[in-house]
């Protein structure tokens, strides 16, 4: 059964930084795409970073361009989401997903496969 647990989020005051991880199994992480998402309270859920099955990465958001940047080690595989400068907006519950793809998608439904989540709260 494919899946997915994140883990790595905690609470950490703005500037700092967070690695989160997302850890895979039951699958070979080497045939998807990875992406990595997050929920604000009372928000929909948005794309921040996926990296394709070669190493290709798509920002899907703007506000953590130079911030963040997603990585994956395939023979752990797991995929992170390295965080750095972290700002009060970032605070989110932050999910990874898998799409049954080497490419990754524009479209969130496409990701079928979630995790739990693990929650980033940036405070002062």
């Known amino acids: 059964q494919l899946q997915l647990v994140e883990s790595g989020g905690g609470l950490v005051q703005p500037g700092g930084s967070l690695r989160l991880s997302c850890a895979a199994s039951g699958f070979i992480l080497n045939f998807y795409a990875i992406g990595w998402f997050r929920q604000a309270s009372g928000k929909e859920r948005k794309g921040v970073l996926c990296i394709s099955s070669s190493g290709q990465t798509t920002n899907y958001a703007e506000s953590v361009k130079g911030r963040f940047t997603i990585s994956r080690d395939n023979a752990k595989n797991t995929v992170y989401l390295q965080m750095n400068n972290l700002e009060l907006e970032d605070t989110a519950l932050y999910y990874c997903?898998?799409?049954?793809?080497?490419?990754?998608?524009?479209?969130?439904?496409?990701?079928?496969?979630w995790g739990q989540g693990t929650q980033v709260t940036v405070s002062s």
């Open positions: 997903a898998a799409v049954r793809s080497y490419e990754c998608s524009a479209t969130i439904t496409d990701f079928s496969s």
